[in-house]
């Protein structure tokens, strides 16, 4: 026969043979009783954020709330598509003449946007060119180029992650082969940041291996680190030698644009390399566009070119070329002063739409009388909060509740209506009661 077979179970059957037994099969298996390559898989978890909205879909109670996944939604619930996106988009239409392939790398000025969004316009690693992006799809699939390019540069790094961090971040880095270790970050019971902890681990991580930081509106926690901590971070970096990795994914979403990158330009002003993940699914509401960018410093621009071809080779492999729309939305927005100013508007209206939602949040649970301060609700940044929940009551939630959270307790406070509110309240004042 061609084919194998798995310890345990029938030989398996597949290439040329099985085309021409194709007749054979029934239910699963052939007439010869012979596995076929797939029946005797079991399947995966859903996944423990993307699962979240599949199961609040299917679920049919009219009182049903999604706090799972991190997108942004007005108080009637809805996502919409920012004007300012719209504008961009009929622009496009209107000149569009082309769908040819882009670079490898996306479109050079979608590359010049973005550098000046993370680093400011002005700043000098722009200006000598010691900075490379590349236009990929998403956040995610910035991540995972440049954990592709690390595996290749530094094939026995590790890379070290908050405890806790985004449910996704040690999949893709094991996608690509690199293992991950935890530091010390958020300290449940002071629901802040262990900063000593933090700064004690970076302390040990040795040179050659990766940093992951949340640069701003840490997820899930919505803790952050004081622009004096990022510089603390940053000259330990500098004097360890390990490499620092920026996931960007919420710029604006915290204090502001400009505000928000006092981590990066800590790391600027005293790393020679580091790497940056950004992500334009939040601050332009273009999660289905699948729009970010990964963006590599060097010491110099001879270094960051040398270094960039190889990123071009592993995006190249895996999706050949970037997908056009969003960056073109972003490139227009960005690059005309009246969509940009109405950008700008929207971003400051989405962000203060969530912090006050944060202050009505924490005020609503003490007038429903739920047990505890939850002032830390308002302090935390960005789209997530850490609301203390443990995992019996997050499930308790979902399945008597119809109220979906990420396990940990991580709620998207962007998801919580005026219409929801009491709910989502007085379903909380139950669940922790909840030993
Ligand atoms: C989230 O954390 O909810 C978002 O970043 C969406 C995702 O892809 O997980």
Same mark, same amino acid.
């Given at each position: ?12 059957? !597949? ?6 037994? !194709?007749? &054979?099969? !029934? ?8 596995? /076929?390559?797939? +029946? ?9 954020? &993307?699962?979240?909205?599949?199961? =609040? ?20 619930? %809805? ?27 996306? *479109? ?19 200006? *000598? ?6 236009? /990929? ?30 449910? #996704? ?12 270790? +935890? ?25 050659? +291996? ?8 840490? %997820? ?9 901590? =990022? ?8 004097? $360890?030698? =390990? &490499? ?33 993940? @950004? ?41 050949? %070329? ?11 927005? &960005?690059?005309?002063?009246?969509? $940009? ?13 969530? *912090? ?6 924490? #005020? ?37 509740? @119809? ?8 709620? %998207? ?6 219409? #929801?509110?009491?709910?989502?309240? @007085? ?9």
């Amino acid at each position: 026969m061609i084919g194998g077979r798995l310890p345990g179970l029938p030989p398996i059957r !597949f290439g040329a043979a099985a085309k021409t037994d !194709f007749a &054979l099969y !029934f239910g699963g298996r052939r007439a010869d009783d012979t596995a /076929t390559m797939f +029946d005797t898989i079991q399947p995966a978890a859903p996944d423990s954020i &993307l699962g979240l909205t599949d199961a =609040w879909k299917a679920d049919p109670n009219p009182l049903k709330v999604n706090l799972g996944v991190g997108v942004y939604k007005d108080d009637a619930g %809805n996502t919409p598509i920012l004007a300012s996106v719209k504008a961009a988009e009929a622009l496009i239409l209107q000149t569009a003449t082309t769908k040819l392939y882009l670079p490898i790398s996306g *479109a050079p000025e979608y590359a010049r946007c973005v550098q000046q969004l993370i680093f400011g316009a002005s700043h000098e690693l722009i200006g *000598a060119a010691r900075a490379r992006t590349a236009h /990929t799809p998403g956040g995610t699939a910035a991540l995972r180029a440049g954990a592709d390019f690390l595996k290749k540069v530094v094939p026995d790094a590790t890379v070290w992650v908050s405890a806790p961090t985004w449910a #996704n971040h040690k999949g893709v880095f094991a996608a690509a082969g690199i293992p991950s270790a +935890d530091y010390p970050y958020y300290d449940a019971a002071g629901k802040g940041l262990d900063f000593a902890r933090m700064e004690e681990a970076l302390e040990k991580v040795p040179a050659g +291996d990766i940093v992951l930081l949340h640069a701003c509106c840490h %997820n899930p926690s919505g803790v952050d680190l004081t622009a004096g901590q =990022w510089q603390r971070v940053a000259a330990i970096a500098a004097r $360890r030698g =390990w &490499l620092p990795f920026l996931d960007f994914a919420y710029q604006g979403y915290g204090d502001g644009l400009e505000q928000d990158r006092a981590g990066l330009l800590a790391l600027a002003a005293v790393c020679p390399e580091f790497l940056v993940a @950004s992500s334009f699914s939040k601050n332009f509401g273009l999660y289905q566009d699948r729009t970010g960018a990964l963006t590599l410093v060097a010491a110099s621009a001879v270094a960051a070119n040398h270094a960039f071809s190889h990123v071009e080779i592993v995006i190249r492999v895996n999706y050949s %070329n970037p997908p056009a729309h969003g960056g073109l939305i972003v490139t227009r927005i &960005l690059s005309d002063a009246t969509l $940009r100013a109405q950008w700008l508007a929207e971003l400051t209206a989405m962000r203060e739409h969530i *912090a006050a939602t944060r202050i009505e949040f924490v #005020n609503a649970l003490a007038s429903h009388g739920v047990a505890g301060d939850f002032s830390f609700i308002a302090r935390q940044k960005g789209m997530f909060s850490f609301s203390g929940l443990s995992d019996a009551q997050v499930k308790f939630l979902r399945d008597a509740k @119809s109220i979906y959270i990420v396990g940990g307790g991580r709620i %998207n406070v962007a998801g919580i209506t005026s219409r #929801n509110l009491e709910y989502i309240c @007085s379903s909380m004042r139950e669940a922790l009661a909840i030993p």
